[in-house]
């Protein structure tokens, strides 16, 4: 079945003149336009790094922030993705909106938020999502799902009439681009793809072969 799914991409298309000089512009109208499709978690990102071996690895994260700066998701520093970053501060996000048959891609550096800036983050989380980042030893082997239970009704007991302060290891990572990538599919697989990469003063734009 899955050798036989072929689906023609005809809903759109991605020119020069509509996509502009700005990808930070045109991925924020993209957002909108994901956000206004009723896409399921339109701020889905993949998440690609690499390991101390030179391996990648990747996974799903929420965008949380974006602009001129970057992008921005939060996670546990003590993660594997939190070791890998600390190891290569480097990472590729993949954005894929099916229904609006586009996908888009941005590479660049990556650097730890501001403390000021994970608080008030933190503190927009709704509390079991505060608690869950005490709770939670991301990417560690646990014992069993009762372990993780009764570690969750012992954590909340421990702050039960007290706000839940932002754990140090829980943080905010920011992808400060490098490139930019959009595609938008098209019939026949000829499909629209513009490479935004930075340069001296702005950014320089080339249509790539899908
Ligand atoms: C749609 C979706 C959104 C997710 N968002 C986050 C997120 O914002 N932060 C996070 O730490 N994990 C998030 N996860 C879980 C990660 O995919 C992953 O399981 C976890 O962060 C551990 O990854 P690691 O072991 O590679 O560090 C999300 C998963 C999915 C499917």
């Given at each position: 079945?899955?050798?036989?799914?072929r689906k023609s991409y005809e809903?759109g298309e991605l020119t020069e003149a509509t996509a502009?000089?700005?990808p930070?512009?045109l991925?924020?109208?993209w957002?909108?336009?994901?956000?206004?499709?009723?896409?399921?978690?339109?701020?889905?990102?993949?998440?690609?790094?690499?390991?101390?071996?030179?391996?990648?690895?990747?996974?799903?994260?929420?965008?949380?922030?974006?602009?001129?700066?970057?992008?921005?998701?939060?996670?546990?520093?003590?993660?594997?993705?939190?070791?890998?970053?600390?190891?290569?501060?480097?990472?590729t996000?993949v954005f894929w909106?099916?229904?609006?048959e586009r996908q888009v891609r941005v590479r660049?550096?990556?650097?730890?938020?501001?403390?000021?800036?994970?608080?008030?983050?933190?503190?927009?989380?709704?509390?079991?999502?505060?608690?869950?980042?005490?709770?939670?030893?991301?990417?560690?082997?646990?014992?069993?799902?009762?372990?993780?239970?009764?570690?969750?009704?012992?954590?909340?007991?421990?702050?039960?009439?007290?706000?839940?302060?932002?754990?140090?290891?829980?943080?905010?990572?920011?992808?400060?681009?490098d490139s930019f990538e959009f595609w938008q599919g098209r019939r026949n697989r000829l499909h629209d793809r513009l490479l935004y990469t930075?340069a001296?003063?702005?950014w320089k734009r080339v249509r790539l072969a899908p």
């Amino acid at each position: 079945m899955i050798d036989r799914i072929r689906k023609s991409y005809e809903i759109g298309e991605l020119t020069e003149a509509t996509a502009g000089d700005d990808p930070v512009a045109l991925l924020q109208r993209w957002l909108e336009d994901a956000l206004n499709a009723e896409i399921i978690e339109p701020n889905a990102m993949c998440v690609a790094t690499v390991d101390e071996h030179g391996n990648p690895d990747a996974r799903f994260v929420l965008l949380r922030g974006f602009d001129e700066r970057g992008l921005v998701f939060y996670t546990n520093s003590q993660s594997a993705k939190g070791k890998q970053l600390a190891h290569r501060s480097y990472a590729t996000l993949v954005f894929w909106w099916g229904a609006l048959e586009r996908q888009v891609r941005v590479r660049g550096r990556v650097e730890i938020v501001s403390d000021a800036e994970a608080d008030a983050y933190f503190a927009t989380r709704p509390r079991g999502h505060q608690l869950a980042a005490w709770v939670s030893p991301q990417s560690e082997p646990i014992p069993d799902r009762v372990w993780l239970e009764a570690r969750a009704a012992a954590v909340e007991r421990e702050y039960e009439g007290r706000d839940v302060p932002r754990p140090p290891y829980w943080t905010g990572y920011r992808v400060i681009p490098d490139s930019f990538e959009f595609w938008q599919g098209r019939r026949n697989r000829l499909h629209d793809r513009l490479l935004y990469t930075r340069a001296a003063n702005g950014w320089k734009r080339v249509r790539l072969a899908p």
